[in-house]
């Protein structure tokens, strides 16, 4: 069966020029490289090459950039050294609706001695800059803000925010692994003192991801190890994906205004056809101020994993942000701090698109998604009832 | 990802018995949007008193709709005296197995059919019985009670795949292993009051709590204390740094200190500051 994937805030295939530009390094460039001889040496000055992509891509310098394992080690990394280097503050800013790589963190830091201000967001995800300012106080080691939300894709003013957070003195840090890729992002024009990215998000392997660190900013390594990363991130360098990732990012770079136009066009076309052909289907989040390929879409009265095996019927692969599953039972945390109602947060599916999805496939997913709807809605005993509320009135 | 099997596939994509009997016999509905979950039970009776044709309605995900068109299947052609052995283990069993986290849905099939039996009979809608446990979903004491003992359920993770009580915010966990220890028949632990201990005993226990569970903490905020005499259960202290003209100090010490010494020492202690 063929695969209709639009999942790609989940992960995103590996680009087949990435694949290429990583195989030599498995069997024939194997070496180290911080061997003395040249076999290995060899590999240093590709890595350097690689390094420079990444940097280029959000406009940062190679030694700005130090290469993690995964977003998640970037996050820890980041909110981890600015709680190291300022070891007099015990108080961390961030947001209701991060990725668990910066929630469950700070939440495990207010169990062990910090305090930790949540952010709330409005009913459209959006955040009120002003909350943050509001919150800083002499105490304040870090804030960190993610750029976009991976379920909704909402965009977060992070210019603005980043500059008055600066003002005030504090460390930023924002995880930007949905955001790297598909908008514009420079770091020279954005006072961001670090930033989160990962390789798999944009078409480079998994088990690779960056933290770029702006000069100056203080710094204490996470990982302690070798020399490598310039002493800020011990362990031989993971050659391969480095040089995955370097060829991602440029490709990336390449991509960003097809991303912006047409995978933009598709998401549209694909959200305004779903809620024109189903009643009572609704998007989650900021629809002015969105990542270009992501749509949140609540169907009121189904649920929504049922929703998902029904469409993996047709090989559509999407992902809801209801996972019926213990130990998490409720609806996901950023619906919830939406105050998305249960009648829609349960039945919720993201749609995530990449520029390897073409429009015959969008137009399959507009043909197959109605009637599944409708017959999951045949078996709920809250749609009969809503309709016949409906007719009463 | 979940493992289901083919027959909860089949009943999935395929669901036996969907809708709603006219002037149905018996009744029963459970679950509620909130909880991401429920389902409406119809059945009618043949002459015979024989469950002629049942019919459902369920908001759920995959495994639920799966378990309610199986519980359709299996109580067709049952009496009701039949149809009310009818476990959410043999519902389960119907469909070659559920994921352990899904057990739940299983469970819910067998309360809508307990709730459409009664119905029949004309018994009177039985409020929630027992005290609500897990908030979150709503689940009461005698429920977890129940699946504990009828499911042979060991961890607060079985309860959850069984009931979803304790999937959400999670705060009732020790109330669901308390149960689960009642049902087991665990003794209760008592906490044997320990020997008395001597003053020297006392003194470094004393000594030992400020050093590895107070300083640490009040240093956090610029504080510190220094032990200055025990006499008896009294002790005397004094507040140093931060602590030492910070207005809520008498706070930290009787709030903090004094319940971090009882804690661990001994509950008669009493601290005082040096004046």
């Given amino acids: 069966m063929r695969v209709i994937y639009t999942d790609n805030n989940a992960t995103t295939q590996v680009a087949r020029e990435v694949v290429e530009e990583m195989l030599p390094y498995f069997h024939d460039l194997y070496g180290n490289p911080s061997s003395m001889h040249s076999f290995g040496g060899q590999v240093a000055g590709k890595l350097k090459e690689a390094r420079q992509k990444v940097a280029s891509l959000t406009g940062a310098t190679p030694d700005e950039i130090l290469v993690t394992s995964c977003g998640t080690e970037s996050d820890n990394t980041a909110i981890q050294a600015a709680l190291a280097s300022h070891p007099d503050k015990k108080h961390i800013i961030t947001t209701r609706v991060e990725h668990p790589a910066v929630l469950n963190l700070c939440e495990y830091l207010a169990e062990n001695g910090y305090r930790v201000t949540f952010l709330p967001v409005d009913r459209q995800g959006r955040l009120n800059p002003e909350d943050v300012y509001k919150s800083i106080s002499n105490d304040t080691a870090i804030v960190s803000i993610m750029w976009a939300n991976n379920e909704t894709g909402v965009i977060f003013p992070i210019e603005e925010i980043a500059q008055e957070v600066r003002e005030r003195g504090v460390v930023f840090h924002t995880d930007a692994v949905q955001a790297v890729g598909k908008i514009p992002i420079n770091v020279q024009q954005v006072s961001v003192d670090m930033l989160s990215l990962s390789g798999h998000k944009l078409h480079g392997p998994k088990g690779i991801g960056a933290l770029y660190v702006r000069k100056g900013t203080k710094f204490s390594p996470f990982l302690i190890g070798g020399h490598q990363e310039r002493g800020r991130r011990g362990g031989t360098e993971n050659v391969a994906s480095i040089i995955g990732l370097g060829k991602a990012c440029e490709l990336a770079a390449a991509h960003i205004s097809e991303e912006n136009e047409r995978v933009k066009y598709l998401r549209d076309k694909l959200e305004n056809e779903i809620l024109k052909r189903i009643p009572n289907a609704m998007v989650n989040g900021d629809r002015e101020r969105r990542l270009p390929n992501t749509t949140s879409i609540s169907f009121e009265y189904v649920e929504g994993e049922a929703i998902l095996l029904m469409m993996n019927e047709f090989g559509i692969c999407a992902s809801s942000g209801s996972a019926c599953t213990s130990g998490s039972l409720e609806p996901s945390h950023v619906l919830r701090a939406m105050g998305v109602p249960f009648t829609a947060a349960h039945g919720s599916i993201r749609f995530s698109l990449s520029i390897y999805n073409t429009e015959e496939e969008i137009d399959f997913i507009i043909e197959k998604l109605p009637p599944i709807i409708e017959r999951l809605r045949e078996l709920s005993p809250y749609w009969t009832h809503s309709k016949m509320e409906a007719t009463a009135v | ?275």
């Fill in chain 2, 1 to 275: 990802m979940w493992e289901y099997t083919d027959k909860v596939k089949d009943h999935f994509l395929k669901p036996r018995n969907v809708g709603e009997i006219e002037d149905p016999d018996g009744v029963g509905e459970v679950g509620s949007l909130a909880c991401g979950d429920a389902l409406k039970l119809t059945f009618e009776l043949d002459e015979q008193k024989r469950i002629k044709d049942a019919k459902f309605q369920t908001f759920g995900c995959a495994s639920a709709i799966a378990s309610s068109s199986a519980l359709t299947e299996m109580i067709k052609g049952m009496t009701v005296e039949e149809a009310e052995k009818v476990t959410n283990e043999d519902i389960a069993r119907y469909l070659g197995g559920l994921p352990k986290e899904k057990m739940h849905c299983s469970v819910m099939g067998r309360d809508a059919l307990e709730k459409a039996i009664s119905h029949y009979r004309g018994e009177p809608e039985t409020k929630v019985e027992g005290e609500i446990v897990c908030e979150c979903f709503g689940v009461t004491d005698v429920e977890i009670e129940r699946v504990v003992r009828e499911s042979h359920l060991a961890s607060v993770e079985d309860v959850t795949d069984y009931t979803k009580a304790g999937g959400g915010c999670e705060s009732c966990h020790e109330k669901i292993q308390e149960i689960i220890d009642k049902v087991h028949g665990k003794p209760h632990i008592v906490h044997r009051k320990p020997a008395p201990l001597t003053n020297i005993q006392k003194i470094k226990l004393i000594e030992e709590t400020l050093e590895r569970e107070i300083k640490p903490s009040l240093k956090q905020d610029g504080g510190d204390i220094e032990l200055i005499d025990v006499d008896g259960n009294t002790v005397t202290v004094k507040l140093r740094g931060t602590c030492a003209t910070c207005v809520a100090s008498e706070v930290t010490l009787k709030h903090y200190v004094e319940s971090k010494l009882r804690e661990m020492v001994t509950p008669e202690l009493i601290v005082e500051e040096v004046q």
